[in-house]
């Protein structure tokens, strides 16, 4: 797996050739919005693949259209309690994302990051596989550092109502390291920026599912505090692309490498282009800030760049294009499928 080969085919998949057909991956959170497409990439490389989910917040509708191909197998279980499955791979994606859904049950959330890290942990452990860790950029909280890079220890409030997530993260990271230090686990942390795409909730909180659901149903767009705070968004088959990379590296390449675009906007400007490409007739409204909301998002990817050689691809108007065409079916009631 140490030399792998990018091949890009016309409907834009990245094929790794050198990965070994029939290698078995386990994907905590499979039936998320990351997760399924994370399933379907591996499948697509001839890897087998298995879905491990609660679904507390992922969907049996995103795994639906892989459920009949042999070499996968969704499990319904939960990342906190114990498990034992012999596998090669691991990619560790379970744990709610979106503020709305931590923030629901932030004991959970944290539980779920902690527990759900020694556990997947012990299974590398015991199996030998390289495990590969979700985290984010919420590490860095609300930074004064602009762009962030791996190096910056961030800014993070321990008592707000965002540090279930954000520290259950920065912990499941240390879990990680010690690990990796004490038991010699190979492992990758990598670090996800504001990712959008297919299979997004349209009722998980976050920003693009928002605007874009609200734009086309003709609602007010709202945007808490003045729109000026930024983000920089990743299509999700480029932050994917990027794992997949990550994952292919020798045992010495442990992370943490940030994993989103660099391209920086105000949240205002996403408002105003999503009413641009819906065509909708929204209104812009302002609410109050959200307690804790970053004012800067922007992630220093030259580590990503040097030892991946990965940088994003899709334009955000190409991805938000996708994007508005999978939620514009799905408010139809017509097939997902028509608009992916």
Known sequence: MRNFVPNDHDNGVTIYS???PGQRVLVNGGAGFLGSHLCERLLSSGHEVICLDDLSTGRT???????????FL?????????????????FNFASPASPPDYQRDPVGTLLTNVLGAVNVLEVARRCG?????????????????????????????????????DEGKRSAETLFFDYHRCYDVD???????NTYGPRM?????????????????????????????TRSFCYVDDLIDGFLRFSAKPKDCTGPINLGNPAEIPVRQLADIVIR??????RIIHLPAAIDDPQQRRPDISRANELLRWQPRVPLETG??????????????RKVAEAV
């Open 74 to 90: 969704l499990v319904e279980h939960d990342v906190r309690k114990p498990y034992d499955i012999d596998v090669s791979l691991i």
């Open 277 to 282: 490409m819906t065509g909708s007739r929204s």
């Open 18 to 20: 050198e990965w070994k």
């Open 129 to 165: 596989a390289t495990v590969v860790q979700s985290s984010t950029s919420e590490v860095y909280g609300d930074p004064h550092v602009n762009p962030q890079p791996e190096t910056y220890f961030g800014n993070v409030n321990t008592i707000g109502p965002r540090a279930c997530y």
């Open 61 to 71: 509708a995103n795994v639906a259209h892989l459920r009949d191909n042999k070499r």
């Open 201 to 229: 909730r349209p009722d998980d909180g976050r920003v693009v599912s928002n605007f874009i659901v609200q734009a086309l149903k003709g609602d007010d767009i709202t945007i808490y505090g003045d729109g000026s705070q």
């Open 320 to 333: 938000l294009e996708r994007t508005i065409a999978y939620f514009d079916a799905l408010l139809a009631g």
């Open 187 to 193: 492992i990758k942390v990598g670090r996800i920026f």
